[in-house]
T-cell receptor, first 115, second 115 residues
Framework: AQTVTQSQPEMSVQEAETVTLSCTYD???????LFWYKQPPSRQMILVIR??????QNATENRFSVNFQKAAKSFSLKISDSQLGDAAMYFC????????????FGTGTRLTIIP | GAGVSQTPSNKVTEKGKYVELRCDPI?????LYWYRQSLGQGPEFLIY????????DSGLPNDRFFAVRPEGSVSTLKIQRTERGDSAVYLC?????????????FGPGTRLTVL
């Protein structure tokens, strides 16, 4: 079974600065998808960014980018120019590419933005 | 268009009671997922529907939990003889299974409290 580990329960960053959230995972599969979700106090999970394992190029979405290291099974999220609205819980998630559609989540990192 | 909706938003019940949690997916989405998020944890997979049938129910913790999706749209998660350990946020997500990413769109969840 796949596992996802987020070793930083809490992180804080000064507004306008850059912060990196860590995620590692364990799998024996070669094809899969990785995701970062944001969960604000409203509880609604919002997809931030996604990465296919077969793509070597790191995904980027505006101020959000990932550092995907397949051999190391590492998938970190970098948030540039942090904004107050970025404050939330961030979850890393894994999905197999072999027909099993479920997401496996890490335990999350609570990100605080300091004004 | 409307996103995934879940009712009720909050549910308080007594130990031993029966509860039903409802999920209205995004119109046209064939896939529907239920997850359970305990305090301080990431969401954990419960069950996945493709159309009307449960394609994967491996996450249901025991036979007190049951879910249906009789017409391939709305789904109901049913919990019999509730226990205090069932207290959690129950999240529903929908998507178009089979697409390359199969992005899952989440609802705001139902917070269940068992007294």
């Amino acid at each position: 079974a796949q596992t996802v580990t987020q070793s930083q329960p809490e992180m804080s960053v000064q507004e306008a600065e850059t912060v990196t959230l860590s995620c590692t995972y364990d799998t024996s599969e070669s094809d899969y998808y990785l995701f970062w979700y944001k969960q604000p106090p409203s509880r609604q999970m919002i997809l931030v960014i996604r990465q296919e394992a077969y793509k070597q190029q790191n995904a980027t979405e505006n101020r959000f980018s990932v550092n995907f290291q397949k051999a190391a099974k590492s998938f970190s999220l970098k948030i540039s120019d942090s904004q107050l609205g970025d404050a939330a819980m961030y979850f890393c998630a894994y999905r197999s590419d072999f027909g099993n559609e479920k997401l496996t989540f890490g335990t999350g990192t609570r990100l605080t933005i300091i004004p | 268009g409307a996103g995934v909706s879940q009712t009720p938003s909050n549910k308080v019940t007594e130990k031993g009671k029966y509860v039903e949690l409802r999920c209205d997916p995004i119109s046209g989405h064939t896939a529907l997922y239920w997850y359970r998020q305990s305090l301080g944890q990431g969401p954990e997979f419960l069950i996945y529907f493709q159309g009307t049938g449960a394609a994967d129910d491996s996450g249901l913790p025991n036979d007190r939990f049951f879910a249906v999706r009789p017409e391939g749209s709305v789904s109901t998660l049913k919990i019999q003889r509730t226990e205090r350990g069932d207290s959690a946020v129950y999240l529903c997500a929908s998507g178009l299974a089979g697409s390359s990413y199969n992005e899952q769109f989440f609802g705001p969840g139902t917070r269940l409290t068992v007294l």
